[in-house]
């Protein structure tokens, strides 16, 4: 099996700098590796080729053979990093907590320890109202993107 600590080691070198940033690496037991990346303005199927090439130019495929994949996360992929949360700033987003209650509303103050959730609260008499609510990212289960159709 491929060693996902020179697979890491290979993308670090190729992302430093770049505004690029990894959101998983997962290298199976049939030695199927898949690489999830973002930029803050999203990932171009041509920065997954340079990666996916200068991982591949770095690894011996006569040594051991891989399959390789480089891709985006996906828009209904939970996040899992912090820059997936500060690239989704400002954007609405579903997050279900810890106790499985679910929130709806727009990111903001996004931290190193958590962030804010921007929610719509109906209040008697006064119609909707903003209302912030602070999480720690310890206390949440999965945050997703809300796609909106307009």
Known sequence: MTDKDKIEELIKEYISGTGMFVVSVKVSAANR???LADTREGITINECVLLH?????????????????VSSPGLDSPFTVIEQYQKNEGKKVSVVDNEGTKYSGILKNVTSGGFDLETEVKIKGKGKEKKDIPFNFDQVKATKIVLTIT
């Open 53 to 69: 090439r200068h991982i591949e130019n770095g690894l011996d495929r006569d040594a051991e053979d891989f399959e390789l994949q």
């Open 33 to 35: 590796i898949t690489v």
